[in-house]
Each structure stands twice: as structure tokens, then as C-alpha cells.
T-cell receptor, first 114, second 114 residues
């Protein structure tokens, strides 16, 4: 099974930088995803890491350390529209097939204040 | 480009009634398909996944079932709904060889059981 842990809530001000941490325990790690979910909407894909290191995508970056079972999502130059839940999801290896099941954390609710 | 359609957007059903939620994907062939449920204050829970027509795997025991009658159609059903079936149901697809490809979610169905 999978055990994924992330903070429940975080707050920050517009223009600031925020880091959302995620720790996981998994058998057969095959990638880590971050999704953004606004209230009442479906999750949308933000980033993917499978190797150690930092992946940068505009204002968003994601970091992975497989040996530590740790990832973070870094959001820079925060905007009001970044207020949302951020979901960490770990993919496993399923019987050597191409399918990988995603296991989600409960999400971190980020509130950005003006 | 690929799109995923899910309907209805909201549904209110009495306890004991049947359920049928439909999901279709366009613009891709042989996708992996998934059904998730998100209960209030909880993470996304994988319910079913499918790698091909007629191939369904269940993640958790429950009174729900899934079917894949066509390559790009995924249906979630129940013969008799329980109060505990309330939640936000999300269908997702991913490329059959997932690699670094994420799962993409439909807009979801908000199901309330009375």
C-alpha cells in the first residue's frame, strides 16, 4: 500500500513564496505527481517527478528525493488565483504493466491573502 | 487533442435507488481509465481502473461496479445506493503507456444521497 502525508492547510500573502511538502512510503515507486484542485472542480496536473532533483515550470517547481521519500511543490510570486488544494500523488508499479495506480494525499488547502 | 466528458454534473438520489455515471474520452485510443471518489475532507480514492474493453479491476470492496463496453467509455454503476456513497466522483484517463504522462480528470459528478 501507500502512505502519503502532506499538511492540511497553509496560508501565504500575495507575491510571496510557499513550499508544500509531501512525504510518502510506497512499494514500487514509479513517479510523483502534483495536482491543483480549486473548490468544486476536478484536479488539474501541475508537475511530475520520477528522478531526484528539481523540475521547474514557470512559477511552479517540484522537487523529489526518492531516498528520503520526500517531495515539495514550490509556488513563487503567489497570486490570489493560486488559492486551491494541492494534491500530492504517488504512482506505483503494477505487476510490471504499463498501468500505474495513483495514490493521493488528502491535499493541502492553500489560502493566499492580499 | 484529447478530451474527457463526464455526466451528469450533479445528481441527487434516494437511498436504495440505482446509479449510472458515464464517462467518455475522445481523441485517443486504448486509454487507461479510472474511477475515483472524493469524500468531503478526504483524499481521492481509486475505485476502479481498466486497461481495455471488458477489463475491470476493483480497488476496494463496495456496492459499486464498473464496466467498459467500448474502448473509450467507462461506466460506474450501483444497484442500490447507500448514504455512504455520497461524494464527488471523478473519471480519469491516461495514455496506455503512461511513462511521464499524467492522469487527466473529467469535471466530476457530485452525488448526494438522501
Amino acid at each position: 500500500g501507500q502512505n502519503i502525508d502532506q499538511p492540511t492547510e497553509m496560508t501565504a500573502t500575495e507575491g510571496a513564496i510557499v513550499q508544500i511538502n509531501c512525504t510518502y512510503q510506497t512499494s514500487g515507486f514509479n513517479g510523483l505527481f502534483w495536482y491543483q484542485q480549486h473548490a468544486g472542480e476536478a484536479p488539474t496536473f501541475l508537475s511530475y517527478n520520477v528522478l531526484d532533483g528539481l523540475e521547474e515550470k514557470g512559477r511552479f517547481s517540484s522537487f523529489l528525493s526518492r531516498s528520503k521519500g520526500y517531495s515539495y511543490l514550490l509556488l513563487k510570486e503567489l497570486q490570489m488565483k493560486d488559492s486551491a488544494s494541492y494534491l500530492c500523488a504517488v504512482r506505483d508499479r503494477y505487476r510490471g504493466s504499463t498501468l500505474g495506480r495513483l495514490y493521493f494525499g488528502r491535499g493541502t488547502q492553500l489560502t493566499v491573502w492580499p | 487533442s484529447q478530451t474527457i466528458h463526464q455526466w451528469p454534473a450533479t445528481l441527487v438520489q434516494p437511498v436504495g435507488s440505482p446509479l449510472s455515471l458515464e464517462c467518455t474520452v475522445e481523441g485517443t485510443s486504448n486509454p487507461n481509465l479510472y474511477w475515483y471518489r472524493q469524500a468531503a475532507g478526504r483524499g481521492l480514492q481509486l475505485l476502479f481502473y481498466s486497461v481495455g474493453i471488458g477489463q475491470i479491476s476493483s480497488e476496494v470492496p463496495q456496492n459499486l461496479s464498473a464496466s467498459r463496453p467500448q474502448d473509450r467509455q467507462f461506466i460506474l454503476s450501483s444497484k442500490k445506493l447507500l448514504l455512504s456513497d455520497s461524494g464527488f466522483y471523478l473519471c480519469a484517463w491516461a495514455a496506455s503507456f503512461e511513462g511521464n504522462q499524467p492522469q487527466h480528470f473529467g469535471d466530476g459528478t457530485r452525488l448526494s444521497i438522501l
